[in-house]
């Protein structure tokens, strides 16, 4: 079966985690500092703390930002759950604003009006995730424009974009928005078997996402409350001053990161032309796909396409996958998941993102998919 994405292990890969495995660190080492620096440095941004995968990454966004109990968060119907989870893990509510049902991507207009909606009855907002769906950016002017208006944080969910641009720039330069998150999970743009990050220009917020990430324990003297070099934290003393976690990536997960991250702009060229291909062979038909506004670069983590309402998508799904193409559905929206179903939320909630769900279809794309496939798979689609 052709999968819909699938990592790329090169020897240089494999060369740089055997080296670890052969050092003295496997972790807490300098490979993650590196690691750090070099996806700071691709994203042209201040701050990197690398960490386990990148629902951990949201849920340290969300806890630095001091989401809790009584605070709302926003986000889009069109993620995986992790995106709506962050802000339960720490006891506060979530709701939904629908996509665009050309981007799929947080509607700024439908934003405006719920934001305007919910101050208007009294409530607040503390927290909007946003998501770069299928590695394509959100209007990020525009969503933090509003989003600041109202002193609301914005945290950008970009799992999907390492190596996407917006307006130019690198998304996670977080130019307009308080941090970024990625995800280095074997079917996203780069991997580290397990992985993820968060990205911010902002020291303070660095500071708060380390010390959570690792316990909430400081070494460092000057962090230290009631140090005393001769009572009871003596020397050696390590001190507890915040409920954290340890939710750390090893050096052989970053040193991994290190290699992949040296063929991400091929690897995004090469899912461009792809997509490419796919577009072109699919251009006569009445299938739609993502629209990709000018603004932005997409990084094409996915190749989804809507099929017209004349075609069944669970028959096409079988007869793809009976062809040997692994056709995958992203996403069930989050909304109409049992869990969410039991919070209150209900089918007809965010009729844009159902209607799109109804006829979605993920299409195999990675780089190393041979062209032949990607005409197959659109003859079957066409024919
Ligand atoms: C993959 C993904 C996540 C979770 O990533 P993990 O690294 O597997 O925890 C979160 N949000 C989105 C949009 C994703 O695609």
Redesign the pocket.
């Known amino acids: 079966m052709i999968p819909y994405s699938k990592q790329n292990i090169h020897k240089d890969d494999i060369d740089a985690v055997r080296q670890v495995l052969e050092s003295a660190f496997l972790t807490q080492g300098p490979k993650v500092q590196e690691f750090e620096a070099a996806l700071a440095r691709y994203c042209k941004v201040k701050h990197c703390v690398a960490v ?7 849920h340290l966004a969300c806890k630095a930002l001091g989401v809790q109990h009584g605070d709302l968060v926003i986000t889009t119907p069109l ?5 709506a989870n962050c802000a339960l893990y720490c006891g506060a509510k979530v709701d939904f604003v629908d996509i665009d049902s050309r981007t799929w991507t947080i509607d700024p207009v439908k934003l405006r009006l719920q934001l305007q909606s919910i101050y208007d009855d009294g409530g607040r907002v503390k927290a909007l995730v946003v ?3 299928a590695g394509l950016s959100c209007d990020m002017q525009a969503i933090y424009e509003i989003a600041h208006s109202y002193g609301i944080y914005v945290i950008e ?4 974009a390492l190596g996407a641009t917006y307006m130019g720039e690198p998304v996670g330069g977080c130019r307009y928005s308080d941090m970024a ?5 074997p ?2 743009m780069i991997t580290t078997g ?3 990050a968060i990205v911010t220009n902002n020291a303070e917020l660095d500071e708060k996402l380390r010390l959570l990430a690792c316990h909430g324990l400081v070494r460092d003297r000057e962090q230290f409350q009631d140090f005393d070099e001769v009572g009871w934290f003596g020397p050696w003393a390590y001190q507890q001053v915040a409920l954290g976690y340890n939710y750390r990536i090893t050096d052989i997960q970053c040193a991994l990161g290190i290699t992949q991250l040296q063929k991400l702009d091929s690897w995004v060229a090469e899912r461009n032309r792809l997509a490419g291909v796919y577009r072109q062979n699919l251009a006569q038909s009445p299938v739609q796909v993502q629209e990709v506004p000018s603004f932005a670069e997409s990084s094409y ?1 996915l190749f989804v396409i809507r099929l017209p309402g004349h075609l069944n998508r669970h028959e096409v799904y079988n007869k793809l996958r009976a062809n040997g193409y692994g056709v995958n559905i ?2 069930i929206p989050i909304h109409t998941q049992p869990f969410f179903q039991a919070l209150g939320f209900s089918l007809g909630d965010f009729p844009v993102v159902e209607d799109y769900y109804r006829h979605a279809l993920s299409l195999p794309l990675f780089p190393g998919l041979d062209d032949q496939i990607v005409f197959d798979i659109c003859q079957v689609l066409t024919g």
């Open positions: 386990c995968n990148a629902t951990a990454a949201l993620s995986f759950v992790a995106s998501v770069h769906f969910d970009a799992s999907h998150i990625f995800s280095f999970h079917v996203k397990e992985g993820g983590h992203h996403y």
